[in-house]
Every structure is written in C-alpha cells, then in structure tokens.
C-alpha cells in the first residue's frame, strides 16, 4: 500500500523500495543498500544521487562512511506543495490518500531518537527541501539574505514559498544587502509576514544565506547548491544573539532601534 502511494507521487519502483527501506531501517551507506535490496550497486548509486538532489535523501557521516537519510513522511506533503502548479494539480488526489496514510508510514519508521545533527542537502531540490523545513518554524525567521542570488538560483520556488510561510503565520526578519531585488521584493513585506532591513551592497552581501529558527540554523550555498542543517540549540541561541545586535545595529544607522528581545525570541 505505502509503496503503491509513493509511485502515484512520482517514485519509481526501486526508489520507493530504497525510500521504504530507510524509513524502516534507518540511516545506511549505498552500498548496503545495494546489497539488502539485491539491487545492481551503480544502479543503486544512481538512483540514491537523483534521490538526494530530489531532497527525498539526505546524507550525513557516520566513522566517516556517508549514510542516507530518509526525508520524514510528514515532510512529504510539503515537498508535494511545492512542486509544480501544474503537477499539484495531478497530484491532488493522491495528496489526499498520502494525508490519510500518514500513520501507516510512521508505524513502519523506525523510533530513534538518535537523529542526525548535522543535515546536508545537495542540487536544487536538496535546496528546496531545506527551505520546506524553514516551514516547521515555531517562531519567527532570523535571515541574512540576499534576494537576487536566491531567486537566480531557484526560479519560482520562491512565490510559492512565501505564500506557504504567510499562511503558516511564520514572520521573517531579513538582513539584505540593498539592490534592486531587494527593493522590489520589500514591496510585499507585509503580504509575505516580513521585514527587511537594507544595509549597503558593497559591505554586505549575505551569500551564502543563513537562517535561524526553532534549534536550527541553515547555511545555503546558492554557487554550490548545497544546504546545510545545524541542528543545536546552543548555536542557534548564540546565532539569533548575533543576529539581534547586528539588526540592532542596522536598525540605529536608520534610527529604527526597537527592544527585539521578545520579537526573536524561539517560541
């Protein structure tokens, strides 16, 4: 049944038996898969490489040997949303019968409670996936970005992203270096739950981009399209501290100087 649900969602057959496989098991180097699964061990190379650019993998390092993570199966609708509009449109129903089979995912998802601290996303769609999580925010989004290298590196994920994280309620404070991308964008602040500080190109251009929210913070490298999830509460208290004195900062050279004790603070 599972399996049945992933092919109707656009996995092939070997990739939601490897998808399956990891969720029951848990983190694996490819070569053990390719053994279990009695699977052809370039094939399986292949196939997991196109599953971690989908962002339905991801790797982290165990005695120095890369694992494959298995994406958790409630993230699985967010990856659905933000496909394609004109995927989703196919795709509704099956969205529908996923929802409903939630459970029987989690049930064959192995309990750990071990899971990694240290997540990395490779290819757009690692790229995307890492933003989904952003969505799993119980607070607001501490960003140091730059619109115009985001945007260039995802064209349209963006709209529907935002769309997603207003409907969530999630706010967003950005630091963006001023250019004309940020301008333009600053224009839908409110529509998009967000507020921008500009501070000067030149000094500033905030690329990579790094994010912090709940115990997290990203670190995404738009020219080397890969994400990275530290997952830490220690860091990201110390990172929302740095981001408060920084905006702080910017906010007193355009005489903006609020109390942000409360604003960032993690839900």
């Not at 070569?31 to 997991?48: C, D, E, K, P």
């Not at 609708?77 to 459970?103: F, G």
């Not at 240290?118 to 989004?141: E, F, H, N």
């Not at 602040?189 to 030149?202: A, C, G, Y």
């Amino acid at each position: 049944m599972p399996q049945d649900l992933l092919r109707q969602i656009g996995f092939s057959r070997v990739e939601s038996k490897i998808y399956l496989y990891l969720l029951k098991v848990g983190p694996q180097p490819t070569s053990v898969i390719s053994t279990n699964l009695g699977i052809n061990r370039t094939t399986a190379y292949q196939i997991t490489k196109q599953l971690v650019e989908k962002g339905i993998l991801h790797t982290t390092q165990k005695h120095g040997i890369n694992h494959l993570n298995p994406l958790n199966p409630h993230e699985l609708i967010s990856y659905i949303e933000l496909e394609e509009k004109e995927v989703l449109k196919t795709y509704e129903k099956t969205k529908l019968e996923l929802i409903r089979a939630i459970d029987k995912l989690k049930d064959i998802s192995i309990k750990q409670d071990v899971s990694p601290k240290i997540r990395v996303y490779q290819g757009k769609g690692g790229l995307k996936q890492a933003y989904i999580d952003t969505l799993s925010s119980q607070g607001p989004l501490l960003a140091y970005s730059n619109f115009q290298s985001m945007h260039a590196a995802l064209p349209g994920f963006f709209p529907e992203y935002y769309t997603l994280r207003a409907g969530k309620k999630i706010p967003a404070f950005c630091l963006c270096p001023d250019n004309h991308e940020s301008r333009e964008r600053s224009k839908s602040n409110k529509k998009e739950l967000r507020e921008t500080v500009l501070v000067p190109e030149k000094q500033f251009t905030f690329s990579p981009e790094l994010i912090i929210y709940n115990d997290k913070v990203i670190i995404m490298s738009w020219e080397e399209k890969t994400a990275t999830i530290i997952e830490s509460e220690d860091i990201a208290n110390l990172h929302r501290r740095i981001f408060q004195l920084t905006w702080n900062h910017a906010k007193l050279i355009t005489n903006q100087l609020l109390d942000t004790t409360t604003l960032f603070a993690k839900k």
